[in-house]
C-alpha cells in the first residue's frame, strides 16, 4: 500500500514562495507518476502538475505555468512543488497523488487517473 504524506504549507503574502513537499513509502517511487491537485473552499479538485516516472516530462495547469515548479527526487522518494510569485487565488488545499501502470514519460492530468492520494497541505495566500 502506498502512502503518500505532503508538507510544507502554510500562510504567506502575495508574491512570496513555498514549496510543498510529498514524501511516498511503500512502492519503489520510480515506478509512481505523481501529480499535484488543489481544491479551494467551495470549488472542485482541480490539476496543478505532473511529473512522470522519472521525470522527465512534466505538465502545468494554465493557471500555475511559469510560477509553479514540480520536481522529483528519487533518492529521498519525494516530489516537490516550489510555487513562486503567489497569488491570492493560490490559496487551496494541495494534494498530491500517485499512480501506477504508467509509461515511463506519461503523465495523468485527471484525479480519475491516480490511484494513491496524500491527506493535504493547507496553503493561504494572503493579499
Known amino acids: 500500500q502506498v502512502q503518500l504524506v505532503e508538507s510544507g504549507g502554510g500562510l504567506v503574502r502575495a508574491g512570496g514562495s513555498l514549496r510543498l513537499s510529498c514524501a511516498a513509502s511503500g512502492r519503489t517511487f520510480s515506478t509512481l507518476t505523481m501529480g499535484w491537485f488543489r481544491q479551494a473552499p467551495g470549488k472542485e479538485r482541480e490539476f496543478v502538475a505532473a511529473a512522470s516516472r522519472l521525470g522527465g516530462s512534466t505538465s502545468y495547469a494554465d493557471s500555475v505555468k511559469g510560477r509553479f515548479t514540480i520536481s522529483r527526487d528519487t533518492a529521498k522518494n519525494t516530489v516537490y512543488l516550489q510555487m513562486d510569485s503567489l497569488k491570492p487565488e493560490d490559496t487551496a488545499v494541495y494534494y498530491c497523488?500517485?499512480?501506477?501502470?504508467?509509461?515511463?514519460?506519461?503523465?495523468?492530468?485527471?484525479?480519475?487517473?491516480?490511484?494513491?492520494w496524500g491527506q493535504g497541505t493547507q496553503v493561504t495566500v494572503s493579499s
Open positions: 497523488a500517485g499512480k501506477v501502470k504508467q509509461l515511463p514519460i506519461s503523465i495523468a492530468t485527471t484525479g480519475r487517473e491516480y490511484d494513491y
